[in-house]
């Protein structure tokens, strides 16, 4: 038997976390597999952080990762509008404890610095009343940063606003204008 081998893409991944000093908070994981291609980076912005920290991954973060590699794009930057690692675990949810200054500061250097930027919340802001007006005040931040073009919002078939775990995007995302 004759078999042909095919030679299959090989990736050096490159993962960043950036955490607060008491280790409390995660503004920002990062991973970049654009090798020596031109990069080409996208911000997703969810709720609040998972498990994810570079080398373990939570199921957001792996479906981030396949829908942005879908899409052709070897960079994601996450951020969230809370920045409070474990917040799931929290009784009382989300609180003005569960972010700090540095949470939109590193959000908007990283934003710069990207192509496209994803609010990918879901129906949280809708539902909280802290988690909308953490949004309007991030993406006010974004607009008067002049960033407001790369604005967009994952949606599902109804463009309706959307979170990446929504069984409806989780093979392939489609996004709108903010």
């Known amino acids: 038997m004759i078999t042909k081998q095919i030679a299959q893409p090989k990736y050096e991944i490159k993962t960043m976390a950036k955490y607060s000093s008491d280790g409390e908070h995660r503004y920002s994981l990062s991973y970049d597999w654009s090798g020596d291609e031109p990069e080409k980076a996208i911000m997703v912005i969810t709720n609040h952080p998972g498990k994810s920290d570079g080398v373990t991954t939570d199921l957001t973060t792996s479906l981030i990762i396949n829908n942005v590699k879908a899409m052709n794009f070897n960079k994601v930057v996450m951020t969230n509008l809370f920045s409070k690692i474990s917040l799931a675990n929290e009784p009382n949810g989300v609180s003005t404890s569960s972010f700090t200054s540095s949470t939109d500061m590193i959000t908007l250097l990283e934003a710069k610095e990207v192509e496209t930027i994803v609010i990918a919340t879901g129906s949280f802001p809708r539902n909280n009343k802290l988690a909308c007006k953490r949004q309007q005040e991030l993406i006010e931040q974004l607009k008067q940063a002049g960033l407001e073009d790369k604005l967009q ?25 903010f």
């Open 153 to 177: 919002v994952l949606v599902d078939g109804t463009n309706k606003p959307v979170h990446p775990l929504a069984t409806g995007v989780r093979n392939g995302w489609s996004m709108i204008k």
